[in-house]
């Protein structure tokens, strides 16, 4: 069974500063895939960022960054220079390699403070 | 860009009645997923399909639940009887390639069952 926990439903981050979201993903697979999908208000979810299991350098996409921990089981979302378009709900997502589901977190609220 | 559309947004129903809801994946991808959030509740996957039939479905795709491709472009969720509990965001997504590849997701239908 895989297990996607997601502890902070709110968070709040001053514009230009930086904030991380936190998730852990408890699988009992070996090779699997960690994303982190943004939810602006009444839009669909686009994917941020993704990471390999297997890889041990953490993922990078311009202003977000994660921290992949494999043996704690942590995968946090790093947001360096805020902006106000960052403000929306993050899903942690996690799927075993070959297969065809996600399983999702309960989502964090982020608001961004002019 | 290219995008998932789905109709309706909102959908209210009596218990009991057969609700469709339709989905138009990216004309280029070949697999494709409903996946459904009760308010406050994670995003939990119901079902992909690819080739012309279902390749996995969660325990919540029970016989009320079923997937069609009716033709080269639209992807439909029927529910044959609905119950109150189906009240939820359905989303669906698809992707050019499975095994934990990128979803793209529509922005939702809302379904609400009285």
């Known amino acids: 069974a895989q297990t996607v926990t997601q502890s902070q439903p709110e968070m709040s981050v001053q514009e230009a500063e930086t904030v991380t979201l936190s998730c852990t993903y408890d699988?009992?697979?070996?090779?699997?895939?960690l994303f982190w999908y943004k939810q602006p208000p009444s839009r669909q979810m686009i994917l941020v960022i993704r990471?390999?299991?297997?890889?041990?350098q953490n993922a990078t996409e311009n202003r977000f960054s994660v921290n992949f921990q494999k043996a704690a089981k942590s995968f946090s979302l790093k947001i360096s220079d805020s902006q106000l378009g960052d403000a929306a709900m993050y899903f942690c997502a996690g799927g075993a390699s070959g297969t065809y589901k996600y399983i999702f977190g309960t989502g964090t609220r982020l608001k961004v403070l002019a | 860009e290219p995008e998932v559309t789905q109709t309706p947004s909102h959908q209210v129903t009596q218990m009991g009645q057969e609700v469709i809801l339709r989905c138009v994946p990216i004309?280029?991808?070949?697999?494709f997923y409903w996946y459904r959030q009760i308010l406050g509740q994670k995003v939990e996957f119901l079902v992909s399909f690819y080739n012309n039939e279902i390749s996995e479905k969660s325990e919540i795709f029970d016989d009320q639940f079923s997937v069609e491709r009716p033709d080269g472009s639209n992807f439909t969720l029927k529910i044959r009887s609905t119950k109150l509990e189906d009240s939820a965001m359905y989303f669906c997504a698809s992707s050019g390639q499975g095994g934990t590849g990128e979803l793209f997701f529509g922005e939702g239908s809302r379904l609400t069952v009285l």
């Open positions: 004309s280029n991808h070949l697999y």
């Open positions: 699988t009992s697979e070996s090779d699997y895939y």
């Open positions: 990471q390999e299991a297997y890889k041990q």
